[in-house]
């Protein structure tokens, strides 16, 4: 049996009940967070709360009353769904109204829902395979404040859906001929020993896992440089990654079915940041 948690108690996730007026249903009016936990553990937790933090604040939804309790809130999510490694969303909304109106009422209070399931992921067992999707090429369809974890995805599904038609998981996203991000993940591109990722705008997310390989790739001399990227250099590209808390680490094997990545996985740069990064959790 799984559990879901919403506003103020656990529910099985089969009973979990909202109701249409929520302005989460009408409008798409909140935002979320998507935390890995392995072993129990949620990984980067103060980075994902101080980003789901800084996404109320931008769209000025007050925290939820839980607040100050949601890391217990979460650990007894973890316990009662207790599945070894886990994946936990959150989502805030600005509540439930009695009428549907554009305007929101200030004294509205947030909608807080908590739910985990179990992550499946062969990155950390000691014989993975190498993390390989392939993906297409998109001008970016999506609204300018994507650096709002919003809840809002509408134009990142109609992309999925229509690129899931052609067997593809992810798109590399432009506007203006400039690489943005991808659909559900931060890009990174390497060109030789350089690793170059687009730099943080209201077009992308700030990335914690992005944010968290800059960091681990820098500590170990790696040569990393945070820049825009016009979308005609991704011929020159040796290697394409899209990082997120989900998949981690995944490299691009073919975009629109040319192949892009010709050398063993176990040359890759891609490979070398995976084995950091199972190193700094495996321990
Ligand atoms: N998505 N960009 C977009 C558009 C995303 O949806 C995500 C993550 C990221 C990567 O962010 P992070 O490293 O903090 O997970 C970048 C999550 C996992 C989701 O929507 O399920």
Not at 52 to 75: C, D, F, M, R, T
Not at 181 to 191: D, Q, S
Request: proline share 4%; glycine share 6%; aromatic share 10%.
């Amino acid at each position: 049996m799984s559990w879901a948690y919403l506003n103020n108690a656990f529910h099985k996730k089969e009973e979990v009940r909202i109701s249409p007026y929520d302005r989460g249903f009408l409008f798409g009016d909140g935002v979320y967070e998507v935390i890995p936990s392995y072993a129990g553990k949620p990984f980067l937790y103060e980075e994902h709360i101080s980003r789901l933090s800084k996404s109320l604040n931008e769209v000025s939804i007050n925290k939820p009353e839980q607040w100050e309790h949601l890391k217990s809130i979460i650990e007894d999510l973890l316990k009662k769904n207790n599945f070894f490694n886990q994946i936990i969303y959150i989502q805030v909304t600005r509540g439930q109204e009695g009428i549907r109106s554009h305007t929101p009422d200030k004294l509205t209070s947030p909608t807080l829902f908590v739910e985990s399931s179990e992550l499946v992921t062969d990155l950390l067992l000691t014989s993975y395979k190498p993390p390989y999707i392939n993906v297409g090429i998109e001008e970016d369809p999506r609204w300018s404040r994507c650096d709002i974890k919003a809840i809002t995805l509408l134009g990142n599904v109609m992309t999925l859906d229509n690129m899931s038609d052609s067997g593809l998981e992810e798109v590399i996203f432009y506007k203006d001929g400039i690489i943005t991000e991808g659909a559900k993940a931060n890009i990174f591109l390497i060109f030789g020993e350089k690793i170059v990722t687009p730099p943080v705008s209201k077009n992308i997310l700030s990335g914690i896992t992005r944010n968290y390989f800059i960091n681990l790739l820098s500590q170990n001399n790696f040569n990393i440089e945070e820049r825009e990227v016009s979308i005609n250099e991704i011929e020159e590209a040796d290697e394409i990654w899209f990082t997120s808390s989900g998949k981690v680490l995944q490299m691009v094997q073919r975009i629109n079915n040319k192949t892009l990545l010709e050398k063993d996985f176990k040359n890759t740069i891609g490979h070398k940041a995976i084995e950091l990064f199972r190193q700094d959790v495996l321990v």
